[in-house]
């Protein structure tokens, strides 16, 4: 019998720990010891699962007969075949026939919900975001990084956090330096590369970035507003097995949508890139941060990704620009918007009512063990994860453009994860800061930001900005109101 991993499936050993992924499903599993062990025996290539077993594990585990570690290997690859992570049979051809190729005809697995549960027959109390992300934090681990491969962009969106001075004297990494980076990503043990700019797609070489880190075996999402996207690229996208192509389409009316990014038949061009790639099989995410100007579209967008398979989400919070101004936030909606906002999300977006629903209570965890989680990081910024920009500055997260915590251009990434002050500083930051949320009675329905508070209190990212609060309470009542009229 063969075995070998799906062309979805991604696997990282570090230490004792082994993870897998499968990008279509959102599915992953984290294990240890003898897990990891079995986990290190698969690859791309089919193997015999009895050969397997004879010169890889054998030699392990000298003091256990054949037999016994044959049948928990062939038990381990069975549950793993069921969660799609890898396929077995008598050929290569059989693998192939077995391995699932993404199709919008098959339904979009990839992009119907985030789960973050362990898929497995097995009790386990943990989510693998927060075990990795607590073991990320013990002895961190980059595992993702996001490259803006450009500065320059062909919109000027009233919203967005990257000032547009930046945007005017943009310019692009060179290919060379790009390709080096994501060989240290590699022998780091990294695993996703997001591709951004700027516009990435503004990049000459961003083809060629992208088949390279196929061919590092890197798990690859693309962050675009595609309205420089080109023909002839939609078929490499989809050939190069891209985990996600994300694009921000803000309303439904072409006017709202050419208003928000400032460009005249902007609409027109990101929804027909859009359709071509569904057309070609390319999984795609819609974003539609929801402001004033399109406060009473994101339904519309909703039912629009929905007619075509695909997910649409939207962020209501906007960010303050990274240089400290505020100026954008005018176009931030208020809480009475808000509200109207959060009515249509719980009443007509599946997804977002799922989530929550899913969503336990942090108080229920605070209660179980309140000084683990003072302990545990807000979030993977600096602690799993890194920005890099064109000039080769280096941020923890991509909104974070004020706090440059090393330039690759000056040091290695491996030295800057390793060795930068100011990342150090961020990993020591934990929920125990924020005594005053801990105790707040609508800490259950927040999502606190440390770069939000960073760009909008100028550069104090322990300062709670007002707003903030004010929709975690609008989240709590309202989630409250419809859990008693039982649509939650």
Known sequence: MLVRQTKNTFIRLKGEH?????????????????????LATLSRIPQNIEEIVRKKLLPLYQDVEFEEIYEDYKEFITNLEKNLFVVTGETSDELD?????????LGNMK??????????????????????????????HLMSIQFE?????NERCIHCYIPNGKKNAGKDMPIEKVKSLIDEFAEMGGLHVTLSGGEAFLHPKLIETMNY??????????????????????????????????????????????????????????????????????????SCPVMKANKSDYKDVLKYAQSLNIKAQTDYIMMAQADFDTQNLANRIDLEETEA??????????????????????????KFDIERYKKQPLCGAGINDIYITDNGDVYPCAGWQAFVIGNVYNNSLKDIWENSEKIKQIRGITQGDFPQCIECEARDYCSMCLVR?????????????????????LNKRLVEEYQVKGLL
């Open 149 to 153: 491969l450009t500065s320059r962009c």
């Open 213 to 286: 880190c196929r061919e590092k075996d890197m798990q690859i999402s693309i962050l675009s507003n595609l309205i420089a996207l080109k023909e002839d690229q939609v078929k490499a996208i989809h050939d190069a097995n891209v985990s996600i192509v994300q694009v921000s389409l803000y309303s439904m009316i072409p006017e709202h949508h050419d208003m928000i990014t400032t460009v005249k038949g902007s609409f027109a061009k990101t929804k027909a890139a859009i359709e071509k790639l569904v057309a070609a099989n390319v999984p795609v995410q819609i």
């Open 453 to 473: 508070n960073f760009n909008e209190s100028g550069g104090d990212m322990f300062k709670l900005p007002k707003h903030f609060c004010d929709v975690a309470f």
């Open 18 to 38: 082994g993870y897998v992924m499968n990008q279509m499903t959102r599915w992953d599993r984290s294990y240890n010891e003898t897990g990891s062990d079995y």
């Open 97 to 105: 026939s077995k391995d699932p190729e993404f199709s919008y005809a």
């Open 341 to 366: 906002l959060l009515r249509d999300l719980i009443e007509f977006d599946i997804d977002y009512r799922e989530v929550t629903l899913k969503q336990s209570p942090k108080s229920e965890e605070i």
């Open 111 to 140: 992009t119907q919900t985030d789960d973050y549960t362990q898929h497995t027959e097995e009790f386990v109390s943990e989510t693998t975001q927060d075990l990795n992300l607590e073991s990320s934090q013990r002895e961190p």
